[in-house]
């Protein structure tokens, strides 16, 4: 950045590991590294949930867009990131992971009703000031980003299938998270996958596996994250 005073984002990949500094996988977008543009960077952000840690930013860019912005909760640096690059084109990819990020049992590993609640009124928080921004800086942008309600939605109906086909959340937490997603998210009432959730947290995993089976749908993958403490 010393030598290229036009750049006002430099971001890498990061590397998820275990106790013990055990990797698990590198998180590195595919592509070569170099100049790319904002909103490119934005909709990768968005669709892949890349987690953008290894950031260097341009101070008075990054306070014009907000800084890091606590209503967002955990979302506060990939908010951020997609604030300020709806600002610049000035963006430098390193395809290398560059930031060593730990998890344990307690962190991403852990389920709760509760952080699962306050993780989707974060991103419809995201998404929101996102949308406020693009209004004045990229009109023709706000159209993708709406989608971004109903794409999340989807996201959140297949976490909270994913926990549950581990065994992670009972029936109970399971209506529980349900209504709240669709309180927060009422993008969710127009998916199947609700209702089947919804039945499925009475009559259990196993009719959940037969509906798969019927309708050919295989089981929903597995982060890092889901299997860690398993």
């Known amino acids: 950045m010393n030598k290229h005073s036009a750049i006002d984002l430099i971001y890498a990949g990061i590397q998820l590991q275990r106790a013990g500094r055990r990797p698990i996988r590198d998180l590195v977008l595919s592509g070569s590294g170099g100049l790319k543009k904002g909103l490119e960077c934005v909709r990768e952000q968005l669709l892949s949930h890349h987690m953008i840690m290894s950031s260097v930013y341009r101070k008075k860019l990054l306070l014009n ?14 908010t951020a990131f997609c604030r300020v690059c709806l600002r610049t084109s000035q963006i430098y990819y390193i395809p290398e992971s560059l930031l060593l990020f730990a ?4 962190s991403w590993g852990s389920f709760s009703v509760e952080k699962e609640h306050n993780k989707a009124k974060w991103y419809r928080r995201k ?3 996102l949308i406020q921004d693009a209004r004045f800086l990229c009109p023709d942008f706000v159209p993708f980003l709406k989608t971004m ?3 999340h939605a989807r996201l959140s109906l297949s976490n909270l299938e994913s926990q549950f086909d581990l065994n992670s959340i009972s029936g109970s937490e399971l209506r529980q998270s349900l209504q709240q997603l669709t309180d927060v998210f009422p993008e969710s009432k127009k998916s199947l996958s609700g209702l089947k959730l919804l039945v499925s947290s009475y009559v259990g995993l196993g009719w959940l596996k037969f509906i798969r089976r019927v309708l050919g749908k295989s089981a929903p993958s597995h982060s890092e994250f889901n299997v860690l403490v398993k």
Do not use: E, F
């Open 103 to 106: 998890i344990t049992p307690n």
């Open 65 to 78: 867009a907000g800084g890091w912005d606590t209503s967002v909760g955990s979302h506060l640096d990939c």
């Open 149 to 151: 309600y109903a794409w």
């Open 127 to 129: 998404i929101d000031l």
